[in-house]
Nanobody, 124 residues
């Protein structure tokens, strides 16, 4: 069972930046695709970005393209989400997820493990 722990959320003003981290408990992390999803209050879970097992392929939601950057450090079993130029509509609980097969997808149902989430609040 892989455990994922997110950190780095918080309150930031519009235009500001945050960096989220997601640490995995297993060394097999290096073979997993990873994704970030978010869920705003009263809304459905939404795909943000995914990265394949070796970081060679990424996929972004249009709403964050050019502002958010995903990266991973397999030596540290950690995936990162750098969020720049944040907007109030980015306010949500952000979840990282791991997918056993190595390529990411925007479909949340294909991910096998989930973190507990970290709150990101962007004030206007």
């Amino acid at each position: 069972q892989v455990q994922l722990v997110e950190s780095g959320g918080g309150l930031v003003q519009a235009g500001g930046s945050l960096r989220l981290s997601c640490a995995a408990s297993e060394r097999t992390f290096s073979s997993y695709a990873m994704g970030w999803f978010r869920q705003a209050a009263g809304k459905e879970r939404e795909f943000v970005v995914a990265i394949n097992w070796n970081g060679g392929s990424t996929s972004y939601a249009n709403s964050v393209k050019g502002r958010f950057t995903i990266s991973r450090d397999n030596a540290k079993n950690t995936v990162y989400l750098q969020m720049n130029n944040l907007k109030p509509e980015d306010t949500a609980v952000y979840y990282c997820a791991a997918k056993i097969s190595g390529y990411g997808t925007s479909r949340w149902s294909e991910y096998n493990y989930w973190g507990q989430g970290t709150q990101v609040t962007v004030s206007s």
